[in-house]
Each structure stands twice: as C-alpha cells, then as structure tokens.
C-alpha cells in the first residue's frame, strides 16, 4: 500500500521513519527548513536510550509538488492546522483512499469526515513522545510507539484496515484497529490533554509528576474529569486512567515536556483550545463538572476577547433595514416614520414589533409572518445591489486575529441572518461564537447577549470589550461591565454612546491598533 503522511514532526516523522525503514512506500508531506534537510541529508532518529542515532534516506515533499495518489493517509498535523489538509486530501485521494487521523485532539476523525464526506476517515490517536530535534533529526524520549485507529460505524469497516495494521506491526509500530474506537481514543485523550494542561499550570515536566505533589495531583484530578465525561457520553472507561496514565509518565525521561508547552513557551500556536478549553465545553455540553479544566482554562485564557455587534459594524445595514421595513409597510398602506422606528436600532425584532404595535397598531398575522416578510423583502434588495459590507472592516478583523484576540458577534438579528450574513461576506473565519440576542430572555439594552458572548469564548466579561454602534448596545456593554467602543456610523441615526472608551468614524488601517491600545489599559 501507498501511504503519504501530512506532517513530519514528532509523530508523523517517527511514523514515517519506522514505515520507510521497514519498506514500506511512504511520502513524508513536510516543509521549511525540516523539509529540505531530509531531501538532503535524510531523516535521523536519536533515541534517548540508544546512545547510536541512525539516519536513513526518506521520501519527502511539500503539498504542492506532491503529484501521487495514496492509499492510505496519516494525518499528523496540530490540531490548528487540520483545515489546511482539507484541499490537499481532496487533490490526491482516490475514492477508495482512507484517511486516518492521529492528532493529540478528541473528535477530529468525526470533524474531518464532514470535510470529506466522499472518503473514509476513521478515528484514531497515537501514543509516542517525541519532535523535532533540529532540521532533519528527531529526538523520541520513550520506547512505546502504538497507533489505535478504527471506523466509528461497523458498516465503514474494510478489510484494507487489517492490511494497514499489518503494515504497522511489520514497521515496528504496535497497532490497534479498535472496534470502539470513540472510547479508545477518549482514553488516549485522558493522557494528553491532563499532561500537557497540568504541565503548563504548573510549569512541570515528567519528572514533577512523577513524585508525589500538586502537579500529580492535578493531573490525577484532570484525568478523572475526563473519566466521568466519557461516562456521560455513554463510553464509559473500562480501566482504572489514572493508573494507566501514571504508568505511561513512569516511562518518560523525567526532563520531558509536551509538544503544547514547548510551543506556547516559544510563541508558537498551541492546541490549547482542542485540549484545555474544549474540555470546558464539553463539561458545559454534557452537564458534568469539570473545575480542575476551569481553573486552568481561566488561568491560561490571557488572551482577550472583542465582541462586534453586527449591523452597523461589520455591515452597514440600518439604512437596509429601515428600507425593508419602510417597503413592507408601505404594502399595508402605512408610512414608516423614522422616529417611530429609531428606539429599535440595537435591539431585536420582538421591540420593533412592539414599537409598530403601539404606532400603527397590530399589523402583522405573528411574528413569523413579520420576520418572512422582513427576509423576502431583504431577500429582493440584496440580490439586486449586493450586501452593504463596511469599508475597511476586513482588514480590521485580520489584525486583530492574527494579534491574538478572541473574537464574537453579538447581535441582536436572529442567529441564522447572523451566520448567513457573515458567511456570504467571508467574515465568518475570523469569529469563534455568533450570539443572537434573540435567544436571550433579555436582549440589548440587557447585559445577556455579550454575557452569553463572553462565556462562549470562555472568557471572564471583564476580559472583554464591545464594539457598538447604537445607544442600546452601549448600555448593553455598560451593563455587562464591559468596555464599549463606538463605532459612530453616521447611518445608524442619532446614536450616543456617552461611556464609551474609544469613539471611531470609519474603519482603517489604524482602527486595530487604536482597539488594541485601549484593551491593554
């Protein structure tokens, strides 16, 4: 079988190299510096116990130049980077190409599945402790190398699986083809995350957990947390993790660190999300406690969050809307005045509703009809002279995403114009949460919204501040004991945002560096 693996580091370089040494037709999919040291010299292995390294000729490529059509391909990348596999896996797969991913992160199998609905992806994990030494040498700290991989539906099961896992064995590599490998891979996942979350809290390496002490016995605490999650998701452990994982950190050099702690201690992307904050979110989704992942989610979420309302932000659609509006009215026979209609800029359908009820009376069938007739109307402009985005506004976002900064919408539109709007305008990439005020008991000017903003970034609100356009969101941030910023877009009406810390007119080049200054106060 062919096999191409996208990454070459600590764990698809050993892969690879093990692969290759045994035979087997491997490209290694690699770049940079790492790359063209193997082309040139080879890849090398240093084994912490083996005082003779040994290097040996690999293939290896970037994704650009790699021209053949793999049977089989490992996926070895950081979780933060898997999307960029996406269009790679789609030029060089076959129909019957099986994808198996191996990252540190649970769920990525199921993630990348719906990216490639046209393939096989399985689930699956690997247990190594190794990385990239230099250019073109590796460094692997302890004896167990293992894959478990597996389909997470019997009818997806192919006989090509056992001849994977035969090519492993024949490599040197201990593999599994798991027949529950949710649970499995939930099991390597109670290892990972604990260790490299634990290990960053407090600053410790292997041979700090492998004494008595808080770092073990946070890691202990982490582990069970996950224990009773996989409980909850109906996977239940069938052995004692904390036992097991201990066991595995007995083997490790104790100078050992992770792969997440030495990226974040050298300014690297880190997969904190995928294996810290993800947790948080599953103990949330799942309804099971997890303080041990909190308290150290609160601690290493330094980064901080801006949340954008939308319209009149990021979109310049109060002029649209207010002619919507003005048009369906006009459908009934009614003049829509614009100081009837200004005290609902900032906040929901429900209070323009409301507004038309006590003005003109109860106009509209129910609410579904009004927001229909609202879409169609909105529908019809659109398609005729195109979204009004807000000059400027994408090169803001880029700025601030590539700063670090958590970003959120917090809107008072309903949660699918939201999504769909920025969907449409390619903004979307730059949010990690989309809150509608809709959903909210209490929409702006209520605190709810950017509250509920602030908790799906897992940030604390005071980490946060709002960028607004209308005198009820700027309560609403007040409220939430937020910062505000003002963008005052002279379309919006005559809004006022007396507290605000920051006031900008249009967005340009300078406006994130403005942004920036003023969060760091």
Same mark, same amino acid.
């Given at each position: 079988?062919?096999?191409?693996?996208i990454?070459?580091?600590?764990?698809?370089?050993v892969?690879g190299?093990?692969m290759?040494?045994?035979?087997k037709?491997?490209?290694l999919i690699?770049?940079?510096r790492?790359?063209?040291?193997?082309?040139?010299?080879?890849?090398?292995?240093?084994?912490l116990?083996?005082?003779?390294?040994?290097t040996?000729?690999?293939?290896?490529?970037?994704m650009?130049?790699y021209?053949?059509?793999?049977?089989v391909?490992?996926?070895c990348?950081?979780?933060?980077?898997?999307?960029?596999?996406v269009?790679f896996?789609?030029r060089?797969?076959?129909?019957?190409t099986i994808?198996i991913?191996i990252l540190?992160?649970?769920g990525?199998?199921?993630?990348l599945?719906?990216?490639?609905p046209?393939?096989?992806?399985?689930?699956g994990?690997?247990?190594v402790?190794?990385?990239?030494k230099?250019?073109g040498?590796?460094?692997?700290?302890?004896?167990?190398?293992?894959i478990?991989?597996?389909?997470?539906?019997?009818?997806?099961?192919?006989?090509?699986l056992e001849?994977?896992?035969?090519?492993?064995?024949?490599?040197a590599?201990?593999g599994?083809l798991?027949?529950?490998?949710?649970?499995e891979?939930l099991?390597?996942?109670s290892?990972v995350s604990?260790?490299?979350?634990?290990g960053?809290?407090?600053?410790?390496?292997a041979?700090d957990?492998?004494e008595?002490?808080a770092?073990?016995?946070?890691?202990c605490?982490?582990?069970?947390?996950?224990?009773a999650?996989?409980?909850?998701?109906?996977?239940?452990?069938q052995?004692d993790?904390?036992d097991?994982?201990?066991h595995i950190?007995?083997?490790?050099?104790p100078?050992?660190?992770?792969?997440?702690?030495r990226d974040?201690?050298?300014?690297k992307?880190?997969?904190?999300d995928?294996?810290?904050?993800?947790?948080v979110r599953?103990?949330?989704l799942?309804?099971?406690?997890?303080p041990?992942?909190?308290k150290?989610?609160?601690?290493?979420?330094?980064k901080?969050g801006i949340?954008?309302?939308?319209?009149?932000?990021?979109?310049n659609?109060e002029p649209?809307h207010?002619?919507?509006?003005q048009?369906?009215?006009?459908?009934d026979?009614?003049?829509?005045?614009?100081?009837?209609?200004?005290?609902c800029?900032?906040?929901?359908r429900?209070?323009?509703?409301q507004?038309?009820v006590?003005?003109?009376?109860?106009i509209?069938e129910?609410?579904?009809?009004?927001?229909?007739r609202?879409?169609?109307?909105?529908?019809?402009?659109?398609e005729?002279?195109g979204f009004?985005?807000c000059e400027? $506004?994408?090169? %803001? +976002?880029?700025? #601030?995403?590539?700063?670090g &900064?958590?970003? !959120?919408?917090g =809107?008072?539109s309903?949660?699918?114009? $939201?999504q769909? %709007? +920025?969907k449409? #305008?390619d903004?979307?990439? &730059?949010f990690s !949460?989309?809150? =509608?005020g809709?959903n909210?008991?209490?929409?702006k000017?209520a605190?709810?919204t950017?509250?509920a903003a602030?908790?799906?970034?897992?940030?604390d609100?005071?980490?946060?501040?709002?960028?607004?356009?209308?005198?009820n969101?700027?309560?609403?941030?007040?409220?939430?004991g937020?910062?505000?910023?003002?963008?005052?877009?002279?379309?919006?009406?005559d809004q006022?945002?007396?507290?605000?810390?920051?006031?900008i007119?249009?967005?340009?080049?300078?406006s994130a560096?403005?942004?920036?200054?003023v969060?760091?106060?």
């Open positions: 079988m062919q096999y191409a693996i990454g070459a580091g600590g764990t698809g370089g892969v190299y093990f290759t040494k045994a035979g037709d491997v490209t690699a770049r940079g790492h790359l063209e040291a193997m082309k040139e010299h080879g890849l090398a292995l240093e084994r116990w083996d005082p003779n390294p040994e040996i000729a690999v293939k290896a490529t970037d650009e130049h021209k053949e059509q793999p049977d391909i490992l996926v990348v950081k979780g933060y980077s898997l999307e960029d596999t269009p896996i789609r060089v797969a076959k129909p019957d994808v991913p540190n992160i649970y990525t199998g199921a993630k599945q719906k990216e490639l046209e393939l096989l992806v399985t689930d994990c690997i247990y402790s190794a990385n990239i230099e250019p040498v590796l460094v692997q700290h302890g004896k167990i190398l293992r478990v991989y597996g389909v997470r539906e019997k009818a997806d099961w192919r006989p090509e001849e994977i896992r035969q090519d492993f064995a024949n490599s590599i201990d599994i798991s027949e529950n490998i949710r649970r891979a099991e390597k996942f290892y604990p260790i490299g979350a634990a960053l809290y407090c600053n410790a390496v041979g957990f492998q008595e002490g770092p073990r016995e946070l890691f605490s982490m582990i069970q947390e996950i224990a999650l996989a409980d909850a998701m109906g996977v239940p452990f052995k993790m904390v097991v994982n201990l950190l007995s083997n490790l050099a100078e050992t660190t992770t792969s997440m702690q974040v201690m050298a300014g992307p880190s997969e904190i995928g294996l810290v904050y993800e947790v599953m103990g949330k799942y309804g099971v406690p997890v041990s992942y909190t150290v989610a609160n601690r290493l979420s330094e901080k949340i954008f309302d939308m319209d009149g932000v990021l979109v659609t649209l207010f002619r919507c509006w048009e369906v009215l006009k459908e026979g009614i003049t829509l005045d614009y100081e009837i209609y200004k005290p800029i900032g906040s929901t429900e209070v323009f509703r507004l038309m006590d003005a003109y009376g109860d509209f129910d609410y579904p009809t009004m927001n229909r609202m879409e169609e109307k909105k529908k019809e402009i659109v005729k002279e009004p985005q400027g $506004i994408r090169e %803001v +976002l880029e700025k #601030l995403h590539q700063e &900064y958590l970003l !959120a919408v =809107s008072s309903p949660e699918d114009v $939201i769909k %709007v +920025l449409d #305008l903004l979307a990439q &730059y !949460a989309f809150i =509608s809709e909210m008991a209490h929409p000017p605190p709810d950017f509250l602030a908790e799906a970034l897992l940030l609100p005071s980490a946060c501040m709002v960028v607004e356009d209308s005198t969101g700027g309560k609403a941030a007040k409220a939430a937020m910062s505000c910023v003002w963008f005052h877009n002279p379309d919006s009406g006022q945002i007396p507290d605000a810390v920051l006031e007119s249009s967005w340009d080049p300078s560096e403005k942004i920036m200054k969060s760091e106060q």
